[in-house]
């Protein structure tokens, strides 16, 4: 299944290790049969490689409604999670970052732990960053295969690579060759999402 203009599919995945995080948090095993819809979202604030910190809240707002595994999330659920790993570049050297979101906020004040993984990016405008925007973004997958590898070359996003695997246990990473860079309010976020199983919605504070 092919997402987007430049957006591979790799046939042989990067192991990938435990990463532990104060969040909600789901069990997976490998080779999990996961059930991922595809759906837009909008990151909530700009992160930048130089000074964004492990443990560092992130959020994004979906764009569209999407049924997965027989739940709804409307238009304007938040994704929730954080910075699970960041690496800023020395000396020009490379850069990167990886995110994990693991809650889906309602707006009717209920949470659900969720799987989500980044299917691909795109900047947030059509300005002199942009390859693409809102209007020319493929529309994301109906349905995610389990065991789908994500290599979304840099000249998308402004010269940022974005890797990701629905059998990872991080959401994806996103990183550049030669120095920092950032992803800003509102870059696109095409995501695979689907309710963790066996945990049900809890209310909000």
């Given at each position: 299944?092919?997402?987007?203009?430049?957006?591979?599919?790799?046939?042989?995945?990067?192991?990938t290790g435990?990463?532990?995080?104060?969040?909600?948090?789901?069990?997976?095993?490998?080779?999990?049969?996961?059930?991922?819809a595809?759906v837009?979202?909008?990151?909530?604030s700009?992160?930048?490689?130089?000074?964004?910190?492990?443990?560092?809240t992130?959020?994004?707002?979906l764009?569209?409604?999407?049924?997965?595994?027989?739940?709804?999330?409307?238009?304007?659920?938040?994704?929730?999670?954080?910075?699970?790993?960041?690496?800023?570049?020395?000396?020009?050297?490379?850069?990167?970052?990886?995110?994990?979101?693991?809650?889906?906020?309602?707006k009717?004040?209920?949470?659900?732990?969720?799987?989500?993984?980044?299917?691909?990016?795109?900047?947030?405008?059509?300005?002199?960053?942009?390859?693409?925007?809102?209007t020319?973004?493929p529309?994301?997958?109906r349905h995610?295969?389990?065991?789908?590898?994500?290599?979304?070359?840099?000249g998308?996003?402004?010269h940022v690579?974005?890797?990701?695997?629905?059998?990872?246990?991080n959401?994806?990473?996103?990183?550049?060759e030669?120095?920092?860079f950032?992803?800003n309010?509102?870059?696109?976020l095409?995501?695979?999402?689907?309710?963790a199983?066996?945990?049900n919605?809890?209310t909000?504070?």
């Amino acid at each position: 299944m092919t997402i987007g203009a430049g957006v591979k599919y790799l046939a042989l995945g990067v192991a990938t290790g435990l990463l532990g995080f104060s969040a909600t948090t789901f069990a997976q095993t490998d080779n999990q049969n996961w059930q991922l819809a595809g759906v837009n979202a909008r990151l909530e604030s700009t992160i930048n490689s130089d000074s964004v910190k492990q443990g560092q809240t992130i959020a994004a707002k979906l764009d569209n409604t999407v049924t997965s595994n027989g739940v709804t999330l409307d238009k304007g659920t938040e994704l929730q999670g954080t910075v699970v790993d960041a690496a800023p570049s020395a000396h020009h050297g490379p850069a990167s970052l990886t995110l994990l979101f693991t809650k889906a906020e309602m707006k009717d004040g209920k949470s659900i732990p969720v799987k989500v993984t980044l299917l691909a990016a795109y900047p947030s405008s059509q300005g002199e960053d942009a390859t693409y925007g809102e209007t020319l973004m493929p529309p994301p997958p109906r349905h995610v295969d389990p065991q789908q590898k994500v290599d979304q070359e840099p000249g998308l996003l402004h010269h940022v690579e974005l890797k990701s695997s629905v059998q990872a246990e991080n959401s994806g990473t996103f990183s550049k060759e030669n120095g920092n860079f950032r992803l800003n309010q509102g870059t696109y976020l095409q995501v695979g999402i689907a309710p963790a199983s066996g945990i049900n919605a809890t209310t909000g504070e």
